[in-house]
C-alpha cells in the first residue's frame, strides 16, 4: 500500500499526533576550541541538518542577530552560541564546505541572517522547501511537513523564547536540537519517495 501525503496538511490536526523530539546527545557550543573540535567530528559525517535561533524582538523597527546554530547527526547535536563565539573560522569552514551534504528548510534565510554576523562562501546544501515542490506539496513549514510525512508534531513552544539567555534551558536544547535533527529525517524521506514512488498525493485543497 503506498504512502499517503497530503498537498496541505490539516493544521488543526497536528497538535493530536504523538510528540516528536530529539532524543540523542546535546553538546552546546561555548568556546572556539570546542567550536574547532565540533566541526572536525561533524565534517566527518555523511549527512548533517542544520537551522539556526534568533532571539525575538517585540519591539516594531529592532532586530536581533542570529544567537544560535545548531548542527545534527542522526543522533547528536552540537548548538553553537555565535551570540557567545561569534563566527569563528571553524564555523565558516563548515558553512563553507562542499564535501558533506547539509539540509536546511527555508535556507536561503538563515543563509542571510548568518551573513549579518560573518562573511562566507555557502557550501553544499540542499532546502527541503525545494523538493517537497517535486511530490506536489504545497506546505512549507517544517511541523506541517512533519507532521505529513511522519504523523508526528513537532512543538514550536519554544520559538520565541530568549536565545541570547546566559544559559539555555533544557527546552531551548530539545527544542532546537529537534529541528536540526528533523531537517535530516525530513530529507531521507523525501529522497525514499523521489526514488521510490511509494506514495499517493492526496489533494485536499478547498
Known amino acids: 500500500m503506498k504512502k499517503l501525503i497530503y498537498t496541505k496538511f490539516d493544521k488543526s490536526a497536528i497538535s493530536s499526533l504523538p510528540r516528536v523530539v530529539f532524543t540523542g546527545r546535546i553538546h552546546v557550543i561555548l568556546s572556539r576550541a570546542q567550536a574547532e573540535k565540533a566541526v572536525n567530528f561533524l565534517l566527518s559525517q555523511p549527512i548533517l541538518g542544520l537551522d539556526t535561533e534568533t532571539r525575538p524582538s517585540f519591539s516594531r523597527g529592532s532586530c536581533h542577530k542570529v544567537a544560535l546554530l545548531q548542527v545534527a547527526t542522526h543522533d547528536l ?99 532546537a536540537a529537534t529541528d536540526a535533527w528533523a531537517c535530516i529525517q525530513l530529507y531521507e524521506e523525501l529522497q525514499r519517495l523521489q526514488q521510490t514512488g511509494d506514495y499517493e498525493l492526496v489533494n485536499n485543497e478547498p
Not at 82 to 105: C, F, Q, S, W, Y
Not at 144 to 167: C, H, M, P
Open 77 to 175: 547535536c552540537f548548538l553553537f552560541r555565535l551570540n557567545i563565539i561569534g563566527m569563528t573560522p571553524a564555523i565558516v569552514r563548515l558553512l563553507e564546505d562542499t564535501t558533506v551534504t547539509k539540509i536546511g528548510l527555508s535556507w536561503h534565510d538563515d543563509i542571510n541572517s548568518l551573513h549579518k554576523i560573518g562573511d562566507f562562501t555557502p557550501g553544499r546544501f540542499i532546502d527541503i522547501q525545494n523538493m517537497v515542490k517535486s511530490l506536489g506539496i504545497e506546505d512549507l513549514s517544517l511541523q506541517k511537513l512533519y507532521a505529513n510525512l511522519y504523523g508526528g508534531f513537532i512543538s514550536k513552544s519554544q520559538q520565541l523564547t530568549n536565545w541570547e539567555r546566559d544559559v539555555l534551558t533544557d527546552k531551548q536544547k530539545q527544542y
